[in-house]
């Protein structure tokens, strides 16, 4: 492992971060000064105390914080904002704000760690994807080593990650991420390192807030592909097959199949019955449109089916990758409309590009929020969208249980009331 950690007796000399600061794409190992002793990153954002030096006096609400941040899992549309918000606020209050790069990965790799400015986060807030990377295959407590056989061994490096964090002199580390990532920095809490999370996914499935940021930009994109959809499904007189992403919740689904006008809404949360969707197909010809469009989550099940799946048991991955539902769906579609049946899998296209405005201002107000719960003193804790307000939920309850779509919420009673079906 390259670049181990010094200890804190070098914070405020330039030697804390042991090795260059590794560059992602699009990003520059250059552009970010390596060293604390480089007083250009340090503009707004001035280390208090140095190396050998007490802490300033009073207690913890009038420290001046050394902070870290990270994003976890697969990416969404908004993460830098979250990271430019989350500096800025941090830097007003005279604290330090690092990076770590990859996930977790760089608190084992602490080369990885890269000191973040109002200069370097400048002009990021409307783009897409993280400036810091990230992974979905970076669990500490599971770390995969090749065995010289050519199998894996599986290895807890937890205890390294506490190590590191505290031989860095971190304060507080902002874990941005979903379920998984979150489960994660509500471990490494337990273990001893403060955490203030700030939730994010696509799929909108994080208990505790009303939203996570990346969910109104996916849900976007989704939308606007399902309206190009129309044209050609009715130009050729077919029925198209949507799938789209959300893991085991239907919140993209629903919200992108009733807001561009889907035939058929397919819910994890609501087994589907093919012969009723069928019909509910064939149902259109009686109003003259001889066209369908099928939205489904990737989540979706038959009644008495399992959730179909493309990936299992990847090194260092968890999680299943689920997929596959659309083109089993066209195929028996087809075979029960006589119509012609295509499939589109929208796949990470919904995870791209640049955050709307609404998922803009939400990881805005996350990333200022955190800093705010942070300077209040409050760890082990999740920022949540209460509109019209952020709260502080518990990190133990947002891992315990997903959040999926409500069956008598009003976006449901919206669809049946259009006539859309769900399969039901
Ligand atoms: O959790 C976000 C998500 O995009 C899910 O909707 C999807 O099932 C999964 O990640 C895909 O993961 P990957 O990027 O590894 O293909």
Redesign the pocket.
Known sequence: MSGAARGPSTRGQGGGFDGPGLARPGTSARQVPETTADPSWRAGCTPLWTAGQARPPGGLLSQRLRIAINTG??DAPGLNAVIHAVTLAACRRGWEVFGIQTGYAGLLDTSRLVPLTPERVAGIVSLGGTILGTT?RGDPFNIPYPEPGGGVAYRDESDRVVANFRRLGLDVLVAVG?DGSLSLAHRLSQKGIPVVAVPK???NDLEGTLRTFGFDTAVATATDAIDKLHSTASAHERVLVVEV???YAGWIALHSGVSGSADVILIPEIPFDLEKVAARIAENALHGKCYGIVVAA?GARPVGGDMMTREHGAVGRSEV??GGIAEWETRELARRTGKETRSIVLG?LQ?GGSPTTFDRLLALRFGAAAVRLIAEGKRDVMVSYRPPEMAAVPLAEVVARSKRVPLDSDTIATSRDLGISLGD
């Open positions: 899992g697969g979905n979903g996914t696509i799929d992403m959300g893991r990737e990758l689920l990470h995870r």
